[in-house]
């Protein structure tokens, strides 16, 4: 997948879909977070908020540009989520989804059919998610709920909501909203997508050498010697925090997932500039909504307080101009994360723990795959044609192991060494 942004004007294929989950998104948030936190219970887990939006408005919803319906799953618990262990702020988060959006997507060129959009400080990401991912996130919402309370420093996607837009006719989206590994302050210089397995994980090395933002796989890294470089102390950090965040994915029966490596050269700087080029504004113009603000008037309620307040700083106007403006310094909610707070991310260290000239940013990600649906009958296909302990997939247990030695085999301190050696 190339990360390259499309603009998305009135004209593109999916600005109606956009506009819709981006004012849904807007009401639903600053709704549930007008509310007074209190502790969660059983039923927060399997909660869901319905809005019906149309033209014409009502006590609940402002009036919007076209008629959708939009879910917001389990509301109590990803804000929780969001506010208790992701650190978050509240108001950052809703400006950051909703304030004059975003510059596209990441096209779909997986086979998964998921789009992908950045939020305009590039943050955050939309993903659009089959329905059985969908399905599959609440059913073990409450274990990765109680993962993520125990494990403040997982590496697995932090979700931060869950949602559906339902179009006119019936169609129906269903999305994530999760973390950008990748910060909007340091070009990426390479990017890898490992699964710990070598079967057809091969991106082109003659395509890639023409695309800087190329994601390359577990054979691209490996023929190009790559090495995780951290010393002693981050090494035994990381492979703690991976042993322990595969285990959960082993549990719940995932598999598929990937670490996701992107890497910063501290001498290359960003002089390259990749990322501006992979920006471009989206502006919806979502309304501002003046005249049904007179309906929400009357509202005293902190919801009808918070919804004015929401309306006010994502009307387009008082943002400025349509540039894109990324942020030269690191935000600051990821301080609190051990591997996301050099810059951001993880800066590589060598064998007497001293930092080296490299950031890593990390992640587990393309966590929602169970093993029960597709993936048993492709299981079958493949392994009458390869060693089937090497094709990608094998069961949740099997593919864990192999992800977490994969991983640890990858790791040594910078500067010396071995290599890992394809089987
Ligand atoms: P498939 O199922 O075919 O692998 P998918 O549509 O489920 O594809 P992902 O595997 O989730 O997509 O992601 C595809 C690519 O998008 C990743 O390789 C990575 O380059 C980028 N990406 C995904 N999630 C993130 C993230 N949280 N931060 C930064 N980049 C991401
Ligand atoms: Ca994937
Ligand atoms: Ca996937």
Redesign the pocket.
């Known amino acids: 997948?190339v990360?390259v942004g499309n603009l998305i004007g009135e004209d593109h294929v999916n600005y109606v879909l956009m506009y819709n989950m981006l004012t849904g998104i807007r009401i639903a948030v600053s709704r549930c977070q007008a509310k007074i936190k209190r502790p969660l219970t059983d039923e927060d887990f399997t909660a869901r908020h319905k809005y019906s939006f149309d033209i014409v408005g009502n006590e609940l919803t402002p009036s919007a540009k076209y008629d959708f319906k939009f879910k917001d799953y389990a509301p109590n618990v990803f804000r929780e989520l969001r506010e208790d262990y992701f650190q978050l702020d509240p108001a950052d988060y809703l400006l950051s989804l909703t304030a004059k959006y975003i510059l596209s997507e990441?096209g779909?060129p997986?086979?998964?059919?998921?789009f992908?959009y950045f939020s305009r400080d590039y943050r955050f990401?939309i993903?659009t998610i089959r329905h059985s991912e969908h399905k599959f996130l609440l059913s073990i919402l409450s274990e990765y709920y109680s993962h993520v309370k125990n494990n403040p420093h997982t590496l697995l996607?932090r979700f931060y909501g869950l949602h559906r837009v339902k179009l006119p006719r019936g169609r129906k989206i269903h999305f994530v909203i999760?973390?950008?590994?990748?910060p909007p302050h340091k070009d990426i210089h390479e990017?890898f997508?490992l699964k710990g397995s070598t079967v057809g994980r091969l991106y082109s090395e003659e395509k890639a050498s023409q695309n800087p933002r190329a994601?390359l796989k577990d054979l691209n890294w490996i023929n190009r010697g790559k090495m995780l470089e951290l010393g002693p102390e981050k090494r035994a950090l990381l492979t703690e925090q991976l042993r322990r965040d595969s285990e959960l994915l082993k549990k719940v029966h995932v598999m598929?997932y990937?670490l996701?490596v992107g890497i910063h050269n501290v001498r290359r700087g960003n002089r390259d500039n990749v990322r501006s080029n992979t920006l471009k504004v989206f502006s919806p113009a979502v309304p501002p909504i003046r005249r049904k603000i007179t309906q929400i008037k009357g509202g005293r309620s902190p919801e009808a307080i918070a919804m004015r307040q929401a309306m006010r700083t994502s009307d387009p106007k008082r943002l400025g101009a349509g540039t894109l403006n990324l942020p030269e310094v690191d935000t600051g909610d990821r301080q609190h994360f051990i591997f996301y707070q050099d810059e951001g991310g993880l800066q590589a260290t060598d064998e007497s723990n001293e930092a080296t000239d490299t950031i890593y940013y990390l992640?587990v990600?393309?966590i929602l795959?169970p093993y029960a649906s597709v993936k048993k009958l492709e299981h079958f296909w493949k392994g009458l044609k390869a060693d089937r302990h090497k094709i990608s997939p094998v069961p949740p247990v099997e593919y864990a192991d192999r992800f977490f030695n994969f991983m640890k085999a990858i790791m040594r301190g910078g500067g010396g060494g071995g290599r890992f050696k394809a089987e």
């Open positions: 997948k990360l990441l779909s997986g086979k998964s059919g998921s992908f990401i993903k996607s999760m973390n950008n590994l990748f990017t997508d994601v598929d990937s996701l992640g990600i393309d795959t």
